[in-house]
């Protein structure tokens, strides 16, 4: 399944891995999770045990990158690089309704 399958779905869990400052500084994706990188290692059984799709997205996509690299390391079974911030929640607007 590709990124927008799962998006159109509308199944799937969203997690932000930036750090709580830049969400209130640049804003988030409501309904998102907060899981900062520094704390995926420490939150794993939290994350692998959602059972749907995961999204995982920050600002660039690099953090979400690595955050999904080992992840995906540990077992998580559906996982999805989410990208940017601003760019999934434009598409996920873009698509509301379509979905």
Do not use: H
Request: net charge negative.
């Amino acid at each position: 399944m590709s990124l927008i399958d799962v998006l159109k779905s509308g199944n799937y869990e969203l997690i932000d891995v930036r750090e709580p400052m830049e969400l209130e500084m640049d804003g988030n994706i409501e309904g998102a999770k907060n899981i900062p990188l520094g704390e995926v290692e420490d939150r794993k059984e939290e994350i692998l045990s959602i059972e749907k799709p995961v999204i995982i997205f920050c600002r660039s996509g690099n953090r979400s990158g690595k955050a999904l690299e080992y992840l995906n390391s540990q077992g998580l079974a559906e996982g999805y690089n989410g990208g940017g911030w601003a760019d999934l929640k434009a598409t996920i607007e873009a698509n509301q309704g379509t979905f």
